[in-house]
T-cell receptor, first 116, second 110 residues
Framework: GAGVSQSPRYKVTKRGQDVALRCDPI?????LYWYRQALGQGPEFLTY????????KSGLPNDRFSAERPEGSISTLTIQRTEQRDSAMYRC??????????????FGNGTRLTVT | RKEVEQDPGPFNVPEGATVAFNCTYS??????FFWYRQDCRKEPKLLMS???SGNEDGRFTAQLNRASQYISLLIRDSKLSDSATYLC???????????FGTGTKLQVIP
């Protein structure tokens, strides 16, 4: 597609349920990033991939969070046993270059997760 | 210390004013720098990259000071449409971790 696509746009789930958030990056983009953004705050880094390799997952808050990008394109961020504190906007971004340092990030519209 | 720090503001300035934001970063190995703009409830969008020699795009000027590890954004002749949150972004080489600051909110007043 023309831009980064995230689904669903909104997700309401009950505490304890698992959720899977999907990101479809811009075609041909090597790098894919996941961020979490609370209202009034900047995006908080979670993890990122170059192709299918997860290069850094230091931002994942705990082991309930995981991400994959098995074929180097679409990525899924999974949150197991959701808690209310997981409620936030989850944003995905992709960039063209896997080795260059100047490619900007292109963001999707985000998934608003609400845990009740 | 946070990897990227910004004054959250808000900066309330009248139309036509000049306003400047600074951002400091902690990792001296950081190699690429950007300013992003985020409108309320929208996704962040690239405003401009920041080059070592400094760069200008219309009313916007970005500068990098590696010795002091900060970047700046100057907006001249502020417009109402400039009201937004401005995010400082730092990319660290090697595997390219990209870190955002918390953002500086700008409100341009008629």
């Amino acid at each position: 597609g023309a831009g980064v696509s995230q689904s669903p746009r909104y997700k309401v789930t009950k505490r304890g349920q698992d959720v899977a958030l999907r990101c479809d990056p811009i075609s041909g983009h090597v790098s894919l990033y996941w961020y979490r953004q609370a209202l009034g705050q900047g995006p908080e880094f979670l993890t990122y991939f170059n192709y299918e390799a997860q290069q850094d997952k230091s931002g994942l808050p705990n082991d309930r969070f995981s991400a994959e990008r098995p074929e180097g394109s679409i990525s899924t961020l999974t949150i197991q046993r959701t808690e209310q504190r997981d409620s936030a906007m989850y944003r995905c971004a992709s960039s063209l270059s896997g080795t260059g340092l100047t490619s900007p990030l292109h963001f999707g519209n985000g998934t608003r997760l609400t845990v009740t | 210390r946070k990897e990227v720090e910004q004054d959250p503001g808000p900066f309330n300035v009248p139309e036509g004013a000049t306003v400047a934001f600074n951002c400091t970063y902690s990792n001296s190995a950081s190699q690429s720098f950007f300013w992003y703009r985020q409108d309320c409830r929208k996704e962040p969008k690239l405003l401009m990259s920041v080059y070592s020699s400094g760069n200008e795009d219309g009313r916007f000027t970005a500068q990098l000071n590696r010795a002091s590890q900060y970047i700046s954004l100057l907006i001249r002749d502020s417009k109402l449409s400039d009201s937004a949150t401005y995010l400082c972004v730092v990319r660290t080489g090697g595997y390219q971790k990209v870190t955002f600051g918390t953002g500086t909110k700008l409100q341009v007043i008629p």
